[in-house]
Nanobody, 124 residues
Framework: QVQLVESGGGLVQAGGSLRLSCAASGRTFGRYGMGWFRQAPGKEREFVARISWNDSSTNYKDSVKGRFTISRDNAKNTVYLQMNSLKPEDTAVYYC?????????????????WGQGTQVTVSS
């Protein structure tokens, strides 16, 4: 069982930055593939970024490439999402997710555990 708690969301102006954190419980955190997803009002949840268990593989949604960076610190049981050059269209609730597949991909169904989400609002 893994419990995930996101933090770091908030209100920021366009062009600004935020760093999301996701703290995980459980002794086997280091084995899990981790992902960030987001859901805007009236829209379906969508993939944002993922990282493999050993940091060897990352992928991003095309619209965030070059602006967002996913990373993890297995010693601290934490995964991060650094978000730079934020745009109003990045406004959403951001969710952290953990997958038992160490190399889990972009699909939400690949992920077993989910956090409660943290709101990110980007004003124009």
């Amino acid at each position: 069982q893994v419990q995930l708690v996101e933090s770091g969301g908030g209100l920021v102006q366009a062009g600004g930055s935020l760093r999301l954190s996701c703290a995980a419980s459980g002794r086997t955190f280091g084995r899990y593939g981790m992902g960030w997803f987001r859901q805007a009002p009236g829209k379906e949840r969508e993939f944002v970024a993922r990282i493999s268990w050993n940091d060897s593989s990352t992928n991003y949604k095309d619209s965030v490439k070059g602006r967002f960076t996913i990373s993890r610190d297995n010693a601290k049981n934490t995964v991060y999402l650094q978000m730079n050059s934020l745009k109003p269209e990045d406004t959403a609730v951001y969710y952290c997710a953990a997958a038992q597949d160490s190399y889990a991909g972009r699909k939400s169904v690949d992920y077993t555990y989910w956090g409660q989400g943290t709101q990110v609002t980007v004003s124009s």
